[in-house]
């Protein structure tokens, strides 16, 4: 079966400082990869994508950079922080074409001071 | 543009009263229609997703989902909620064929149960 996995769970980061969130994914090839974000009282928001080794998509112009250096591992980073950027990241797989069905990781807490 | 809309931000239910979150949509041909569900802290886990076939949707936890083309609407139904159906709820859009870029959620529905 497939699995998710984000980490850190949770992270404090002074504004200014970098940042690297990671998400990897077993039991799958070739997935689909998104980085979200949820702030405090809104919905979600897709900040990237990638359909493959270094392809990556930027849905939203932003701090954030995003990479995929291999197959199953996607990498959210930032080189400075802003207050603006504390907020859930959540990570997700879909694989397969003709449905949009996507799986969720457990998540990062981002707090910037 | 694909959107979505949840017109209710807090819903407040009794336990063992019965269900319904409302979900509306946007979008110009037949769409993917998903609801997921997040407990605090969590990520998401899917509750059931609407492809085509017939317009009345099972998902697991005991809830369903009737899409209704001609309202646009998607809404979530449970029978007899338990304490344990506190959490957020999104329902989201997905493009028919399976586009690469991701899902349009609505802002959410956080279900609060009273005892």
């Known amino acids: 079966s497939q699995t998710i996995h984000q980490w850190p769970a949770t992270l404090v980061q002074p504004v200014g400082s970098p940042l690297s969130l990671e998400c990897t994914v077993e039991g799958t090839s070739n997935p689909n990869l998104y980085w979200y974000r949820q702030a405090a009282g809104r919905g979600l928001q897709l900040l990237f994508y990638?359909?493959?080794?270094?392809?990556i998509s930027s849905e939203v112009p932003q701090n954030l950079s995003a990479s995929r250096p291999q197959d199953r591992q996607f990498i959210l980073s930032s080189k400075k922080l802003l207050l603006s950027d504390s907020g859930f990241y959540l990570c997700?797989?879909?694989?397969?074409?003709?449905?949009?069905?996507?799986?969720f990781g457990p998540g990062t807490r981002l707090t910037v001071l | 543009a694909q959107s979505v809309t949840q017109p209710d931000i807090h819903i407040t239910v009794s336990e063992g009263a019965s269900l319904e979150l409302r979900c509306n949509y946007s979008y110009g041909a037949t769409p993917y229609l998903f609801w997921y569900v997040q407990s605090p802290g969590q990520g998401l886990q899917l509750l059931l997703k609407?492809?085509?076939?017939?317009?009345l949707v099972q998902g697991i936890k005991g809830f369903e989902a009737e899409f209704k083309r001609s309202q646009s609407s998607f809404n979530l139904r449970k029978p007899s909620v338990h304490w344990s159906d506190a959490a957020e709820y999104f329902c989201?859009?997905?493009?028919?064929?399976?586009?690469?870029?991701?899902?349009?959620f609505g802002k959410g529905t956080h279900l609060i149960i009273q005892p």
């Open positions: 609407y492809f085509s076939g017939d317009t």
């Open positions: 997700a797989w879909r694989v397969g074409i003709g449905t949009d069905t996507q799986y």
């Open positions: 989201a859009v997905g493009r028919l064929g399976g586009g690469a870029d991701g899902l349009t």
């Open positions: 990638s359909v493959g080794i270094g392809q």
